[in-house]
């Protein structure tokens, strides 16, 4: 699986747009980028996956450059209870489970 | 109902004491996973079940054993840990072991004394 980088941490403003940018330059044809995100001491949390489409739903978006290798989730409205680790993840789809959390980036939302 | 449970929420066990971990899902999920997450560190892929038999093992001491009884239900058999061995342990599950939108349940706390 393709390698991601991710900044350590970002903050937000509570209202307004929060991107998170994932670099994964060495991403080959059939991996897809998925986004989790784990709140403190909670599990993980499926956020949105694609394969080269921007694809969006009830919880965010994501926007994939057309090289593919970079992305950004963008949730459009943040509030204090988006305060989480963001994972993006990089992944063939047929990959039989096998995969790799990176350190992600820590999103603090802030009022 | 989309959610995993895990019990206990926490267990504090001794090195020479046997103990198990317990994942349960009814979504009808086929593939079922044990990961391990050290504080401050991304989680770590430990076992993955798929149609009930393990598929991949992450090169984990013998010490923790898995087991999936039947497709809604997985355990994590736990002896004579270390103190190393310390950590959040969380179960998930998705559709298949080919689809990553995986369900985590919240974990089980283990403290090794």
């Known amino acids: 699986d393709a390698k991601t980088t991710q900044p350590t941490s970002m903050d937000c403003a509570e209202g307004r747009a929060a991107n998170l940018p994932c670099n994964h330059s060495?991403?080959?044809?059939?991996?897809?980028v998925y986004w989790y995100r784990q709140i403190h001491s909670q599990g993980p949390q499926y956020i949105i996956h694609?394969?080269?489409n921007n694809e969006t739903n009830e919880m965010a978006s994501l926007i994939i450059t057309e090289d593919r290798k970079s992305s950004t989730l963008i949730l459009p409205h943040a509030t204090l209870r988006d305060t989480a680790v963001y994972y993006c993840?990089?992944?063939?789809?047929?990959?039989?489970?096998?995969?790799?959390f990176g350190d992600g980036t820590t999103l603090t939302v802030k009022p | 109902d989309t959610e995993v449970t895990q019990t206990p929420k926490h267990l504090v066990m001794g090195m020479t004491n046997k103990k198990s971990l317990k994942c349960e899902q009814h979504?009808?999920?086929?593939?079922m996973y044990w990961y391990k997450q050290k504080a401050k560190k991304p989680p770590e892929l430990m076992f993955v079940?798929?149609?009930?038999?393990?598929?991949i093992n992450e090169s984990v001491p013998s010490r923790f054993s898995p087991e999936c009884p039947n497709s809604s239900l997985l355990n994590l058999h736990l002896h004579a840990l270390q103190p190393e061995d310390s950590a959040l342990y969380l179960c998930?599950?998705?559709?298949?072991?080919?689809?990553?939108?995986?369900?985590f349940g919240p974990g089980t706390r283990l403290t090794v004394t």
């Open positions: 998930a599950s998705s559709q298949d072991d080919a689809t990553y939108e995986q369900y």
């Open positions: 060495t991403i080959s044809g059939n991996e897809y």
């Open positions: 694609g394969l080269k």
């Open positions: 993840i990089v992944r063939i789809y047929t990959n039989a489970g096998k995969s790799t």
């Open positions: 979504m009808g999920h086929r593939a």
């Open positions: 079940y798929s149609y009930e038999k393990l598929s």
